[in-house]
Structures are given as C-alpha cells and as structure tokens.
C-alpha cells in the first residue's frame, strides 16, 4: 500500500521560507517522477514542481527561482525547499509521484498534505 506523508508546512511571513518533506512507503521514489502539488481554496490542485530521473526537473512559472525540489533516496523522501514565499502560496500542499506528460496527474492516492500560510 503506498503512503505519502507530508509535513514541514506552517506560518511564515511573507519572503520567509520553509522546507516540506514527504516520506514515502510502499514505493520507491528512486522508480518514479515525483512532484509537489498544492491546492488552494476553491482553485484546482496544481504541480509546483516535479522531478524525473534526479535531472529533468520542472517547475510551474509561479515559482520559478523561488522553489525547489529534490530527493533523498536513501530515506526514500522528497523535498521542496520554499524561499521568499508570496501571499499567492498558501495552499495545501502534496506529493505524489508524477505522470510525466499532460498536466502531470498524480498516480496514487493523495495523503493529507501540509497546510503553507503566508500572513504577516
């Protein structure tokens, strides 16, 4: 059964950062394209960020230069590294491994994802 764990979300003020994790199970993220999500009120779940293969990596134009993605396959665990963050970033974020072509799907079951405030 695969799980996806996020956490690392919270309030920060704005141009602060954070850092996400989302632990893996059932999965080897080393196998697939992994992405970050996030899902705003009202608005559609969005890829941020995915990362294929350790060096096709993609991010959406929002936050280009600001996010990052990586991965740690020895704890089988993605990253997203979040600087300068922008009233236009809180949302629920998540991870999943990535369909690698359309408007990038996820595969599996979503987790609970971590809840990112941007407020001063």
């Known amino acids: 059964q695969v799980q996806l764990v996020e956490s690392g979300g919270g309030l920060v003020q704005p141009g602060g950062s954070l850092r996400l994790s989302c632990a893996a199970s059932?999965?080897?993220?080393?196998?697939?394209?992994m992405g970050w999500y996030r899902q705003a009120p009202g608005k559609q779940r969005e890829l941020v960020a995915g990362?294929?293969?350790?060096?096709?990596?993609r991010y959406a134009d929002s936050v280009k230069g600001r996010f990052t993605i990586s991965g740690d396959n020895a704890k089988n665990t993605v990253y997203l590294q979040m600087n300068s963050l922008e009233p236009a970033d809180p949302a629920v974020y998540y991870c999943?491994?990535?369909?690698?072509?359309?408007?990038?799907?996820?595969?599996?079951?979503w987790g609970q994802g971590t809840q990112v405030t941007v407020s001063s």
């Open positions: 999943n491994a990535v369909r690698w072509s359309g408007d990038y799907p996820g595969r599996f079951s």
């Open positions: 059932g999965i080897l993220i080393s196998i697939y394209a």
């Open positions: 990362i294929l293969n350790g060096d096709d990596i």
